[in-house]
């Protein structure tokens, strides 16, 4: 993920905010920073990897009080699916709910739900699925093997679920508020 910070990097400093930017590299579950320290804790697409509860308690103490966290999350966005949809996701990622049971969670780690925005489809095709698409022969190239070629099958098959049951799941933007307890 160094690439990514030194993109950051390099675009806030463009835009001349980089005094005002930080990146870090460590594990999201074992951050060791000081409680209180932030205003904001912004994640996209990444609380997923400790979980949104799991996260959202552990992140809560190093949040300022009045401070925010915005995250978004895989959501259910219908209250019935298809089986197929139903358990290809509950095996990938048993924490997938409904957006009501998402602000249920948020309230009672004793944030204030601010708001929330369900992420329209063009940020899953044109902004995520058609520009990894347009890499795979290259990623192929430079890393050639099984292992290679598995993971390229499975982004396949996501992007295929995705294209046929984009109706019933979608990433929601959480924004929450700490308050006092």
């Not at 594990?27 to 949104?52: Q, R, T, V």
């Not at 957006?99 to 309230?107: D, N």
């Amino acid at each position: 993920f160094e690439e990514f910070l030194k993109a950051l990097k390099i675009r806030s400093r463009e835009r001349k905010v980089d005094d005002k930017i930080k990146t870090i590299t460590c594990s999201m579950d074992e951050m060791s920073f000081a409680k209180d320290s932030f205003n904001i804790i912004w994640s996209e697409g990444a609380i997923y990897n400790i979980g949104f509860e799991n996260g959202l308690n552990q992140w809560r103490e190093f949040l300022k009080i009045g401070g925010y966290i915005a995250v978004s999350e895989i959501t259910w966005i219908t209250n019935k699916r298809p089986e197929q949809i139903q358990s290809h996701w509950v095996n990938e990622y048993p924490e997938i709910k409904t957006a009501s049971e998402k602000i249920a969670i948020i309230e009672k780690l004793g944030f204030q739900f601010v708001g929330a925005i369900t992420l329209p489809e063009y940020t899953w095709e044109e902004m995520y699925y058609m520009p990894m698409e347009a890499r795979f022969k290259q990623f192929l190239t430079n890393y050639p093997g099984d292992e290679s070629k598995r993971l390229i099958k499975n982004e396949m098959k996501e992007m295929k679920l995705y294209r046929k049951f984009k109706n019933y799941y979608s990433y929601v933007f959480y924004i929450m508020r700490k308050v006092e307890q």
